[in-house]
């Protein structure tokens, strides 16, 4: 594993927000999940198979009743975009509630940001207090770099998820 993603999960914790992300360009989302606006973020986010590892982390920060209350957009990393978090890293996490809650929360912002938002931001404030750069590069909006916002606008009652590819990590 990276040793800077080791020592930035090590050092400032997991704060992971649910946002699920489609593309750029704020098509419209399935009617599948327009079907999830009666249902907060986290019942979303338990809905779809591809946020099991997102949604069990948010259970075990205790993030489960914040993220259900509020209005926020998330940006919610995949099983796939943890997959590439080792095992190690994702087992101290789980042992630190802290850091975990903190890595967790750097993927929230508060409100409903949609991707037609999105694209004209430069950066966003997250709710573990450090910004999120973005950029949009050839119709495709990055989140500090490289994590790349593969689906948009998945709404829910309480907000807004894009699904990303890559876990955030906060600056150290």
Request: charged share 15%; net charge positive.
């Amino acid at each position: 594993m990276n040793r800077r993603l080791v020592a930035c999960l090590a050092a400032v914790g997991l704060a992971v927000g649910v946002l699920s992300v489609t593309s750029v360009s704020g098509a419209a989302t399935s009617p599948h999940k327009q079907a999830g606006t009666n249902k907060t973020l986290v019942e979303v986010a338990a809905g779809d198979p591809q946020f099991s590892t997102l949604v069990s982390l948010i259970n075990s920060a205790g993030l489960a009743s914040t993220l259900s209350s509020g209005s926020y957009t998330v940006f919610a990393p995949t099983n796939a975009a943890f997959a590439k978090v080792p095992k190690a890293t994702l087992d101290a996490l789980a042992q630190d509630k802290a850091k975990l809650k903190a890595v967790l929360l750097y993927h929230v912002v508060r409100g409903r940001v949609p991707a037609s938002k999105v694209v004209k931001l430069t950066s966003a404030k997250t709710l573990n207090g450090a910004n999120v750069r973005i950029s949009v590069r050839r119709d495709k909006v990055y989140l500090n770099g490289s994590t790349r916002v593969t689906k948009t606008n998945v709404r829910a009652s309480n907000g807004i998820i894009h699904v990303i590819n890559k876990v955030l990590l906060p600056p150290s």
